[in-house]
């Protein structure tokens, strides 16, 4: 466990391979695979490197599927309840849908995400109370600045959580000066925050200058204690996915970096195979090249590219290349590529790559082709939903405690969508099967969901509608131009029959 006291080391040793992790796969996600990947290749710094960034596309792959379209939250009650309208409330002043992406991409490379729920200020006093009024804020913490407290029979288990940052005191000051940064720390534990500050001194630092390593030094002040009322940690983990027997999770870059240290490898070799001939030297036959005094040729192949050639038999002037077995070249980064999207569970048509899917193929056709992801997706959105549900769970604890609240606390539901879009042609089919036929929408929800129109909007144009038809009805009955008796008045018309029939009585 953490230990945050004079004369430790921070960041704590037992977390360090950890939090260089972190620090690997997101340089990896921004595309940097040469700060990585440069410690296997140091006889090649002077060559070319080409990467590919698959990293990125994996990581944001999963966070695009898993929230992409939002989560949509319930209360278990009516739309118009009050605890439904709290957990929206709460949702939308927040922006989660932004929040939670955010923290589903962190989640594919670092493996860890953390949420923290308080009451106050978003800008903690910066901005005048009309412009930031106190509510309940969710938001994300840095997986590197958070160290969970385990229990000493489960190590799975979190009792509670350090946050320690560090800060620069003075700017001007040379890094390496003692006591010029000072550690925060924030314990969260069931019931209350613990706040305490230390000073630090820098040990190690990388070429740049930026501190890495520190060490603590005394503490400054006492650590002051704020009661929550809730009587569990502020603080929620969610794990990308997990074992049993450790809290930490498991990211999705890790187990493929040899994949893609091998595929950036083989691009660079390709690159440098096709930069080196795309100027080839000329190979002629002897006498072409003009002669110095002493009969020897005049000419520098590198300069020149052209050199003389001795045979047997006539040479034929040729360029000097050499294919380098780029077919085999090829080949290899596409099994290497296969490779990266079988292990990360991602199929080629999720990429549009090779068989897309979208030529002559349902929705239900292209959901199977992308089984694997769905089933990845699965997984991680069954520990997000249990983490999201105790993120709402401490919110709603935190405004009855502060005595704003006026409904009763609920266990939310989450409802996430598959990420794909949706084959309206196969749905509609589907529900005339299952109604017989049935009318399942009116025509305002129509005209709504498919001109994104809202009920008002959706009114009016069913109203022009109707004014059209109206218009158009005179013109559509087209006149009995083979019975002009039809233009007569009803009433002539009864006297004619009535003459008629009894002009065919007297005949009789």
């Known amino acids: 466990m953490a230990r945050f006291e004079k004369g430790e080391f921070f960041p704590p040793v037992e977390h360090q391979d950890r939090i260089d992790r972190y620090k690997q796969n997101k340089i990896l996600v921004q595309g940097n695979h040469w700060e990585i990947f440069r410690k296997h290749n140091v006889s090649k710094k002077s060559q070319m490197y080409v990467s590919v960034n698959l990293a990125g596309i994996i990581a944001k792959k999963s ?32 922006d989660l849908d932004i929040l939670f992406y955010e923290s589903a991409l962190a989640n594919a490379y670092r493996g860890d995400s953390f949420f923290k729920v308080r009451y106050g200020q978003e800008y903690a006093g910066m901005y005048p109370v009309e412009f930031d009024e106190p509510r309940v804020i969710i938001e994300t913490v840095n997986a590197e600045t958070v160290f969970p407290i385990t229990a000493k029979h489960n190590k799975n288990l979190i009792t509670g959580y350090h946050i320690a940052i560090p800060i620069r005191i003075n700017e001007s000051e040379d890094v390496t000066k003692p006591n010029n940064y000072k550690l925060q720390v924030e314990t969260h534990y069931a019931g209350r925050v613990e706040y305490s500050e230390f000073y630090l001194t820098v040990i190690l630092s990388d070429a740049y200058g930026y501190p890495l390593e520190y060490k603590i030094e005394e503490q400054i002040g006492e ?28 990211d999705d870059l890790t187990e493929l970096k040899p994949l893609f240290d091998e595929l950036n490898n083989r691009l660079s070799q390709v690159a440098s195979i096709l930069d080196k001939h795309s100027n080839p030297a000329l190979a002629v036959p002897m006498g072409i090249l003009v002669e110095d005094e002493q009969g020897r040729p005049m000419f520098n192949v590198q300069d ?17 290349t050499w294919n380098g077995q780029l077919i085999e070249c090829y080949s290899e980064i596409d ?20 068989d897309s899917g979208t030529s002559g193929s349902s929705g239900l056709a292209i959901k199977f082709r992308l089984n694997s ?6 997984r991680k959105r069954k520990y997000y939903e249990k983490g ?25 539901k989450f409802h996430f969508t598959d990420g794909l879009d949706k084959d309206e042609m196969e749905q509609a089919n589907m529900m005339a099967v299952r109604t017989g036929g049935a009318v399942t929408m009116s025509q305002k929800t129509a005209i709504m969901k498919l001109d994104n129109l809202t009920e008002e909007q959706a009114e009016a144009e069913i109203q022009r509608i109707e004014e059209e038809q109206k218009a158009q009805a005179p013109a559509m009955a087209s006149p009995n131009i083979f019975n002009e008796e039809d233009d007569e008045p009803e009433e002539d018309q009864e006297d004619k029959k009535e003459t008629e029939k009894e002009d065919s009585k007297g005949a009789e």
């Open 63 to 94: 966070a695009d599927f898993l929230i992409g379209d939002g989560v949509q939250i319930s209360a278990g009650k009516e739309d118009n309840s009050k605890e439904q309208l709290a957990l929206e409330r709460i949702k939308d002043s927040n």
């Open 223 to 250: 650590t002051q204690v704020v009661e929550t009322g809730v009587p569990v940690p502020l603080v929620v983990h969610v794990p990308n996915f997990s074992l049993d027997d450790s809290w930490e999770g498991l």
């Open 304 to 320: 020149s590219k052209v050199f003389e050639i001795d045979g047997k038999q006539d040479i034929v002037p040729q360029y000097v």
């Open 335 to 354: 099994r290497l590529i296969d490779l990266i999207l079988i292990t990360a569970e991602i199929p080629a048509v999720a990429l549009g790559k090779g």
């Open 373 to 378: 992801l769905i089933s990845k997706i699965k």
């Open 388 to 412: 999201l549900r105790r993120v709402f769970v401490l919110a709603q604890y935190l405004e009855h405690v502060v005595g704003v609240a006026d409904y009763e606390i609920v266990q939310p």
